[in-house]
């Protein structure tokens, strides 16, 4: 018997068109993970390990197949995900990424681009059924099991989600009730009441030409700390009694704040991801594939010049504040219904800029012929508002700017891009001179 179940209303949303969470459009994104390496990747060697995740992880070997109008995974055990080998570097990797894929034959297959010199995995894994963090533990198992079987000992299969799981609404609905849903909106609907057009928190202004740039409409600027800058921005969080997270937070809005011409404080808006595992019971691994991925937002009133330490600090008690009121998996539920227009409007309001932190994770291990150079993630949708896709591999800080060039230009997002990484090290600078 075909093992299947119906996709939730929230990852319906993912395989629709134009549809939004808040105000993130998520209709058929896809989710590009991988890692480029200095040296020649083995192509039959991927072959088998992309075989062997697919074999692990049950949705990776599913289809999303709809039916009279009804919607669900199927689940096809001889799945063998494809892989693309073909010649390319940079260019072809931002070809590759500003592609809509077809699902049609499967939700998870790679391509190896392969330079002179380095070599780039690329997973492409639809966004419906991974969220960032399942993702690069998925990144991480693939160089798990390709070191493996280069030192002869292939790895057992993962049994961590064998079996059809519900979407996360679905999930949430066991550990959260209908009355603290309805308490939720009411609250947002007395905060839409009372504020006045002063109070709307202030977004960039759109600089783009309306098409985007012809080599790639979705774009970013990378910024790459070394360990010891990694370690000395840890170090100010920790004195400051916040999380990284906080003050890459408070940095960022005082690089968006750098772009606004009108004087004096303005109400500006960080979004957040929001992992929806601590809110379930049992909790999921992150090694478990399923797209757990809510929101949340922190608001500031930011002026020219503030000082990051003292937005993070900001930024981190009502960060704080959102968990403890389950804003992210109130908020996720509260998506699923018909909403009323203020509140909706208040829901779907778009940040300044948006914050998507992966966390610490750990150095891949590398067999013998391959160096590490980077990990790249890529999830971007046309009219996405700008975000930064944050993650620290091993003892390396990567910031990732990302935009589309349709609305925001290259020149903008690149002075806020080198205002984050000059603000940064301002940062690390003051407490080295302070200590």
Known sequence: MTQQRLLSPFETGYFATDTRLGSVPIGGMPLFIGTTVRGAVDPAVLRRVLGELAAGHVLLRSRAVTVAGVSRFEVDEGYAPPLEVRDGEVDEYWELVNTCPDWSAGLFR???LRGPVDSRIVLVIHHGISDGRSAFALLDEMWRRYSAHFAGTALPLEDSDRDLLDGVDRLLALVTTDAEVDGFLAQVGEMAATVGPEGVPRTLPHDGDGSGDPGGRLALRRIELPPRHTGELVEVAREQGISVNSLL????????RAEL??????????????????ELSPRLPVSTMLNCASGAGTPALVDRDADPRALGAVVDATMRQMLDTRFPALFMRAAQRALAPEVAAMLSGAPAIALSNMGRLPAHPMPAGLEFVRDEVFAMAAGMPPKMTIFTVGDRLTIQVEYDTAEHSHRQMGRIAESMSDLLARVTRTAAARG
């Not at 937070?249 to 968006?256: E, P, R, S």
């Not at 303005?266 to 595992?277: Q, T, V």
Request: hydrophobic share 55%.
């Open 249 to 256: 937070a408070g940095a960022a809005l005082a690089a968006v």
């Open 110 to 112: 790679a391509v190896l």
């Open 261 to 278: 011409t009108e004087d004096g404080p303005l109400p500006l808006m960080c979004g957040h991801a929001a992992d929806l595992r601590p």
